[in-house]
């Protein structure tokens, strides 16, 4: 039995720490050791290294929450087909849920924070927000008046206009985040918030016109 503590308190740098140290080990004639995440070994008759405890929190936690995230997209990708009659533009308005993954794991560098279970429910509640952003764009683009404008004239006027109200909903949401920033457990949340937000509202106004133009939808 062991407890982190220092620099990195999440179990899962322990285990890396570990988990190379055992790789480095010559173990001449015993068999080295099989490390295992989860579950109880199933052979005897091999050493096995099983992490559990605070890891078997950790791995059950985010396995439920990966689990979760993957049918909330699933759902907002059936409402939007719903909404706008088409099976790609569902596509063009999620592109800009992972990139938002580039902006939660800088703003976590930059602060020298691990990524927590806290984080992960911040980044799995920027899916909702940004899809928001993005439904207002293709929306707005979709019902534009086309009368002596092109397509790439109504993508520009549709970034645009909708930078505004998009520029709105991602500051109040961010400085709501600032609050719980000093938080020690929940700052994972608040930098998911922060730099998943600043990073989103960059990419929607981008992206997805760029996207929409490729696959003129």
């Known amino acids: 039995m062991a407890e982190l503590a220092g620099r990195f308190e999440a179990p899962l740098y322990g285990i890396l720490a570990v988990g190379d140290a055992l790789a480095a080990t010559d173990w001449g004639d015993t068999p080295a050791p099989e490390v295992r995440l989860n579950g109880q070994p199933t052979d005897d008759s091999t050493p096995t290294v099983l992490w559990d405890g605070e890891w078997e929190v950790t791995w059950v936690t985010f396995r439920d929450m990966g689990a979760a995230f993957g049918v909330a997209l699933l759902g907002i990708y059936v409402l939007v ?27 976590h560098w930059l602060w020298n924070a691990p990524f927590s279970a806290t984080s992960m429910i911040g980044f799995i509640a920027l899916a909702g927000i940004i899809v928001r952003n993005s439904i207002l764009l293709v929306d707005f683009i979709r019902n534009a008046d086309t009368t002596g404008k092109s397509q790439l004239d109504i993508l ?30 929940f700052q994972g949340l608040a930098l998911s918030l ?22 003129k939808t």
């Open 194 to 215: 922060l730099f998943g937000l600043a990073s989103s509202t960059i990419l929607t106004v981008l992206v997805i016109p760029a996207i929409y133009r490729v696959l």
């Open 156 to 185: 520009i006027e549709a970034g645009a206009i909708r930078f505004k109200p998009i520029l709105l909903t991602a500051l109040a949401a961010m400085f709501g985040a600032i609050i719980i920033l000093s938080d020690p457990i």
């Open 81 to 107: 087909v719903a909404q706008f009659g088409s099976f790609r533009l569902p596509l063009v308005v999620l592109t800009p849920v992972p990139l938002t993954f580039l902006g939660i794991m800088l703003g």
